[in-house]
């Protein structure tokens, strides 16, 4: 299974039992600067150019509405804010997705490789 599904999956699964956090979870590039840099943002889009070295792992944030690009192949793990595990898989270089806001979450780089994504988000 690939991460943009196990992102959907796990995350609608667990936005239910953890709506009050998710309200309260930051934005990506606040939360992690390290990982996400703002390439640019107006009033309606933010550009964020997101990279994780293998083992890192980012704080708990959240997504509004977004596209997403892979730079390269990622494999990662995804981890709700209960600190349960929703997924983890494998996601390939060229492959894009349109995700509906997500909930707080953390990503964790389990592979061998640095993981690279280009994120457009809707403000």
Known sequence: M??????L???AA????????AQTA????QASPGVYKVLAENDQF???????????????HSHPA????????????????DGKVLGEGEAKAGSAA????????????IGKTECQILIVERK
């Open 9 to 11: 999956v796990g995350l």
């Open 26 to 29: 930051p934005p990506a590039a």
């Open 66 to 81: 977004s596209a997403v690009y892979r730079l390269s192949d990622c494999t990662a793990r995804l981890t709700g804010p």
């Open 14 to 21: 667990a936005c239910a039992q953890a709506a009050a956090i």
């Open 98 to 109: 349109l995700q509906p806001p997500i909930a707080a979450h953390s990503l964790e780089n």
């Open 46 to 60: 933010r550009i964020e150019l997101a990279t994780w070295k293998p083992g890192e792992k980012d704080n708990m």
């Open 2 to 7: 690939n991460i943009h599904r196990i992102a």
